[in-house]
């Protein structure tokens, strides 16, 4: 028989018939439902919880068993035919840096998340000492593999972009360096000059509200870019109504010969809410595998946005193109972040396994008369790996461990956790609970 580890949602719930574990659930669904109320004092609507989920989940699997594609990092990043070194580095974030000259930019996107940023407004006004940054990971003996310069927009500053990729060139020969620009203050002069400070890659952000005469000019500068540095890429979000016009984008970024696309979901980045309200965008529900307050600076996942991203990967396959595509959802982002709290040696708490897929921290829980019961066989086992938490009123145990208890009718939760740093140390944080039976919960499968 088959398992799947289960979400707890209303309707599922009524389905747990142990009470201490159906009340303890009910908490995070909960919490989940004050943070959707959060959400939409923006002004902005999520959409159903199913409402484009088995569409989705059915373009997905026909994907994956496409020798075209390539899934990642838990199907939350799909490739076609290739993928910048610098986005497969991203997934633990281990040796890559982004820094940024100012967040100065000509550009009004309503999509832009950088008023989110740390020290958004200083950085508008003042020059961020990126030389001090490269300049103190060298001194502290640290490996970079991939560099990166954002923005803003770093062309506004051509002088100092150049110094930057020279500077980092000279620090870490080996490093993969790149950059993100809109793309319509490229010249030729700046071009070379870029590839001559070593520069490798370059981003543009193509913008589908842009006027015609402006979307002909970044096009045009991506051909000038492709006869002087290495890997000429597109990164942008995915609009939900923007598929037709994507296609024809697609096709012409082919041509050119850009090297790979990477396609983005769109995101709402807590402010601006009039310019998605009156696109008609919802926001994706759940916008999370799991809720967490995530460092990544982009906002919540505007619904469609995904679906979109996905068909046009199979427009891919099956136009045959020659680019690369990449989709990189919101879930993707976040890997890099869940690594570096949750990286292996961490652990003090044998009940934890560090799944190597998504990198939370798993455990198994029973609660109320199942917990009394699971502890009793596990003590005539000889298990070690539990502890029994009588004021909750529920068991944890290491994962392996719960093979002790197939068959025996036991309610069990995964439970998803994250390590923490607080003023009292490092504390271990529960986000989620999923139902689950005892054959689900064997460590490979996490």
């Known amino acids: 028989m088959e398992h799947m580890l289960q979400e707890i949602t209303r309707d599922s719930l009524r389905l747990i018939r ?19 109320g959060q959400v939409e004092t923006f002004g902005l609507t999520f959409e159903e919880r199913a409402a484009a989920q088995a569409e989705t989940e059915a373009l997905l699997r026909e994907l994956k068993a496409r020798p075209e594609i390539a899934s990642r990092c838990e199907d939350a990043s799909l490739v076609y035919r290739r993928i910048s070194s610098a986005c497969e580095a991203c997934r633990m974030g281990l040796g890559t840096v982004t820094c940024h000259i100012s967040f100065q930019c000509h550009r009004r996107c309503f999509f832009c998340f950088n008023p989110n940023q740390e020290n958004f407004e200083l950085h508008r006004s003042e020059k961020n000492d990126w030389r001090g940054e490269l300049d103190a990971i060298r001194a502290e003996g640290g490996r970079l593999t991939h560099i990166a310069l954002t923005g803003g927009e770093p062309l506004l500053h051509p002088q100092d972009a150049e110094a930057f990729f020279r500077h980092a060139r000279a620090l870490f020969p080996e490093a993969h360096l790149r950059l993100y620009t809109s793309g319509d203050l490229l010249t030729e002069e700046l071009a070379s000059a870029l590839r001559d400070a070593g520069l490798d890659e370059i981003r543009f952000s193509y913008k589908m509200e842009d006027p015609p005469a402006l979307q002909e000019k970044v096009l045009g500068n991506m051909e000038l870019a492709r006869r002087y540095i290495p890997c000429v890429m597109v990164e942008m979000p995915v609009m939900p109504d923007a598929e037709e016009a994507m296609r024809a984008l697609l096709r012409r970024l082919d041509a050119i010969g850009v090297w790979c696309v990477n396609l983005l ?27 967490y307050n995530f460092w990544y600076a982009g906002g919540l996942p505007v619904a469609g946005s995904e679906l979109v991203a996905l068909r046009l990967m199979r427009f891919a396959c099956e136009e045959g193109l020659e680019l690369g595509l990449h989709y990189c959802s919101l879930e993707n982002k976040n890997f890099g972040q869940i690594y570096h709290q949750n990286a292996p040696g961490q652990l003090d708490d044998p009940t934890l396994y560090f799944s190597p897929h998504d990198f939370y921290l798993k455990t198994v829980k029973a609660f109320g008369a199942d917990a009394l019961r699971v502890r009793r066989l596990l003590e005539k086992r000889g298990v070690e790996r539990f502890r029994y938490n009588e004021e909750g009123g529920f068991i944890q145990l290491h994962p ?10 036991v309610e069990l939760a995964l439970s998803v956790n994250v390590l923490e740093e607080r003023e009292e140390g490092r504390i271990c944080r529960e986000l989620k609970l999923l139902r689950a039976v005892a054959e689900d919960c064997e460590p490979e499968k996490l």
């Open 265 to 291: 979901e769109l995101c709402f980045p807590y402010h601006n809410a009039s310019a998605f309200r009156e696109r008609g965008y919802l926001l994706r529900n759940p916008p999370y595998r799991t809720l």
């Open 18 to 36: 142990e009470p201490v574990f159906r009340d303890y659930a009910r908490m995070y669904l909960d919490i989940y439902d004050g943070f959707i």
């Open 400 to 409: 392996a461990e719960a093979r002790h208890l197939k068959g025996r009718g």
